[in-house]
Structures are given as structure tokens and as C-alpha cells.
């Protein structure tokens, strides 16, 4: 059977799975990571999968685990560098050629990070108040968010801050449910919404004909 092709520079921010950190080894500047996964036996070295946002190579792949490297540059500009052996990932692979477009474009480059400011309970379902400080980017209210690499919808937006609403089923299969007021969380602000804005700020550079 022919090998399925896949978009190594897209997801969609539609999670399969989680992944358990098992291990974290410092390398010098980078730290790797030691994970299981249920997916972990579709998994081949140097594939692209994005863990909690980040997109991330396969570097190994031991019986019942895989490994992943973050460098520097990556443990800064991401919650990754927090993490501890115990926490779970939110597992989503690149988007097969022929896959359907459930999500949004989701690059797997995290623009930085937020910090959580709410959580309320809304009869089952959640709304999540989240604030960031990097300068440059913004939300809008039903534009497209991803959060620790899950696609997701703005509710309520103002400068600095955000909320999104989670339905349950996102809210009991992700990470999501983890969290709590203070903790960190990747952002990824939405493509398409970071080329108009540069497009605006110098309207005098057009595309290539």
C-alpha cells in the first residue's frame, strides 16, 4: 500500500490524543522528552506531530515510547519548559493530503504564551478568560485561536486578553481540563489574521505577480 501523503507544515487544531510525559533529559541548551502514547505505534522517526501546539520531530522510538526534542528558542517561547514528568500533551499529527478541514491552519509555531485568567463552569460547558502580553497580535470575536494546539473559537475579545468557550467533549478528551487560574498555555493566533495585519502596517508591499 502506498505510503498516505500528509501536509508536514499544516495541522487543523483537531487533537487525537494525549500524550504522558515519562521522562525529561536535558541536552545541553535543549531538553528531550520521553513520552507514551496510544498512537505511538502509527509514529515513524522524523515525523511532524504537534504537542500541545508545538510542532515537534520524532527522534526515537523505543517499544512502548517515542521521544521528541525541544531546543532553546522553543523552551522559552513555550509552556514546554514547565513541564514535568506526569503532565499530558495534546497529540494532533499533520493533516493527511485527503483529510477533511475540521479546524482552522494551525502552523504548529507557537507566537508565545498566555496565562489563564478564568474558568467558569457554564452548566456543563466552560469559558476560559486568558491574557497575554505579546505585542502585535490580536484576537476578534468568532476568529480562530489555538490553544495548547487545539482550534478554537473566540467568544469575547479585547486587547490583551480573550476568552473561548469549550465544549465538554473538548473539555474531558484534551488537556484543557488540567489547567488552572495562573497556568500558562501556547498561543498560536491565527494566520490569516497575522498577514492582513502585517499587510495594513506596510500597505506598500504587494505580492509577487
Not at 541536552?27 to 498512537?39: D, G, K, M, S, V
Not at 503532565?87 to 489563564?116: K, S, W, Y
Request: proline share 5%; aromatic share 8%; glycine share 8%.
Amino acid at each position: 500500500m502506498p505510503k498516505a501523503l500528509t501536509l508536514d507544515f499544516m495541522f487543523t487544531g483537531i487533537i487525537e490524543s494525549q500524550a504522558e510525559i515519562l521522562e525529561i533529559l536535558p541536552n545541553e541548551e535543549n531538553i528531550t522528552f520521553r513520552l507514551a502514547c496510544p498512537l505511538k505505534s502509527e509514529f515513524k522517526i522524523d515525523q511532524s506531530i504537534s504537542h500541545d501546539g508545538v510542532c515537534l520531530t520524532v527522534d526515537g522510538i523505543q517499544d512502548n515510547s517515542y521521544t521528541v526534542t525541544a531546543i532553546y528558542e522553543t523552551r522559552i517561547k513555550t509552556n514546554l519548559g514547565a513541564k514535568k514528568v506526569g503532565d499530558t500533551l495534546n497529540i494532533e499529527r499533520c493533516m493527511p493530503a485527503h483529510g477533511r478541514f475540521d479546524g482552522h491552519i494551525v502552523q504548529g509555531h507557537i507566537d508565545g504564551t498566555g496565562t489563564i485568567q478564568s474558568i467558569e463552569n457554564q452548566a456543563g460547558s466552560f469559558l476560559i478568560g486568558i491574557h497575554y502580553t505579546m505585542p502585535n497580535h490580536l484576537t476578534v470575536p468568532k476568529g480562530s485561536i489555538a490553544l495548547n494546539g487545539i482550534s478554537l473559537t473566540v467568544v469575547d475579545s479585547q486587547p490583551g486578553q480573550f476568552s473561548v468557550a469549550i465544549i465538554p467533549y473538548t473539555w474531558n478528551h484534551t488537556n484543557l481540563h488540567q489547567l488552572s487560574i495562573g497556568d500558562t498555555i501556547n498561543l498560536e493566533f491565527d494566520i490569516l489574521g497575522k498577514y492582513i495585519q502585517a499587510w495594513m502596517k506596510h500597505p506598500s508591499i504587494q505580492p509577487n505577480a
